[in-house]
């Protein structure tokens, strides 16, 4: 069983700047696909990006290409969303996801282990 915990989440106004993190316990990542979801009000979940944790191999959802980076701490077990450029549009409640298979995949089905999501507000 794999526990995860997302934090980093906040108020930003547009043109800044947020990291997320999020830990994981319960398990080593080192054969883990690994993937950020966002969700917004009324809509449905949505691919951010993802990372093979063996390997650092990275996708990327083409709304935030450019802008958002992944990243990992082995030592500490955590994944990283460096977020640049926010924009309105990016506000969301974030969740990371922990999946068996280890790829970098876009699909929610693919992911097994999911945190609790922290919130991401943009203001304009």
């Known amino acids: 069983q794999v526990q995860l915990v997302e934090s980093g989440g906040g108020l930003v106004q547009a043109g800044g700047s947020l990291r997320l993190s999020c830990a994981a316990s319960g398990h080593t990542l080192s054969n883990y696909g690994m993937g950020w979801f966002r969700q917004a009000p009324g809509k449905e979940r949505e691919f951010v990006g993802a990372?093979?944790?063996?390997?650092?191999?990275?996708n990327y959802a083409d709304s935030v290409k450019g802008r958002f980076t992944i990243s990992r701490d082995n030592a500490k077990n955590t994944m990283y969303l460096q977020m640049d450029s926010l924009k309105p549009e990016d506000t969301a409640v974030y969740y990371c996801?922990?999946?068996?298979?280890?790829?970098?995949?876009?699909?929610?089905?693919?992911?097994?282990?999911w945190g609790q999501g922290t919130q991401v507000t943009v203001s304009s």
């Open positions: 996801a922990a999946g068996w298979t280890p790829n970098a995949y876009s699909a929610p089905r693919q992911y097994d282990y």
């Open positions: 990372i093979k944790w063996s390997g650092g191999t990275t």
